[in-house]
Nanobody, 121 residues
Framework: QVQLVESGGGLVEAGGSLRLSCTAS????????MSWYRQAPGKQRELVAG???????NYGDSVKGRFTFSRASVKNTVYLQMNGLKPEDTAVYYC???????????????WGQGTQVTVSS
């Protein structure tokens, strides 16, 4: 089993910044990819940003140029730096990781519990 723990959410005024953190722990042999998704009330969950197994960064169109995904030197930790926040960025933000456990031949997707980000106008 793998646990993903997110932190850094909160309430911020429009134009402000927040940095989310996500750390994966547990039965981890390798991590293929890690990403951030978000879900606003009444909307589908959408990709915010991520790093895939090919080492390519992906960003949702609505956050390009404002959000930055990064990976710590301790590779089980990733960050999402969010600048220029807008009210429409209000959502629960989830961290996800595609993980290969020890002795396993396949990977499994794990999700964190989510952290609330609220942007006031």
């Amino acid at each position: 089993q793998v646990q993903l723990v997110e932190s850094g959410g909160g309430l911020v005024e429009a134009g402000g910044s927040l940095r989310l953190s996500c750390t994966a722990s547990g039965d981890i042999f390798a991590i293929n990819s890690m990403s951030w998704y978000r879900q606003a009330p009444g909307k589908q969950r959408e990709l915010v940003a991520g790093l895939n197994s090919a080492g390519i960064y992906n960003y949702g169109d609505s956050v390009k140029g404002r959000f930055t995904f990064s990976r710590a030197s301790v590779k089980n930790t990733v960050y999402l730096q969010m600048n220029g926040l807008k009210p429409e960025d209000t959502a629960v933000y989830y961290c996800t990781a595609d993980v290969i456990g020890h002795g396993s031949y396949y990977s499994t997707d794990y999700w964190g519990q989510g952290t609330q980000v609220t942007v006031s106008s």
